[in-house]
Nanobody, 123 residues
Framework: QVRLAESGGGLVDEGGSLTLSCAVSGRPFSGYAAAWWRQPPGKGREFVASITWSGATAYYADSVEGRFTISRDNDKNMLYLEMKSLKPEDTAVYYC????????????????WGQGTRVTVSS
């Protein structure tokens, strides 16, 4: 059983920056691909970014490409999402996900999820 716990959310002004963290426990994190998803108010969950188990490859949604950076530290069992140039439309609850896979994980189904951390970007 893999457990994930997000942290680092909060209120930030438009144009500001924030870094989210996801602590992974239960199994060695190096065996899992990982991803960040988000759920804006009143909407469904949407893909943000994904990273392979080694961290060698990452993939981003068009809406965050160039502004967000996903990274991981397998020695510390941590996943990160660095967010810059934040916009009001980035307001959402952000979730981290881990899944046993050798490639990028882009689908919502399957895997293990955290409880989410809320990010609010004020205009």
């Amino acid at each position: 059983q893999v457990r994930l716990a997000e942290s680092g959310g909060g209120l930030v002004d438009e144009g500001g920056s924030l870094t989210l963290s996801c602590a992974v426990s239960g199994r060695p994190f190096s065996g899992y691909a990982a991803a960040w998803w988000r759920q804006p108010p009143g909407k469904g969950r949407e893909f943000v970014a994904s990273i392979t188990w080694s961290g060698a490859t990452a993939y981003y949604a068009d809406s965050v490409e160039g502004r967000f950076t996903i990274s991981r530290d397998n020695d510390k069992n941590m996943l990160y999402l660095e967010m810059k140039s934040l916009k009001p439309e980035d307001t959402a609850v952000y979730y981290c996900k881990a899944e046993e896979a050798l490639v990028l994980v882009l689908k919502e189904d399957g895997g293990y999820w955290g409880q989410g951390t809320r990010v609010t970007v004020s205009s």
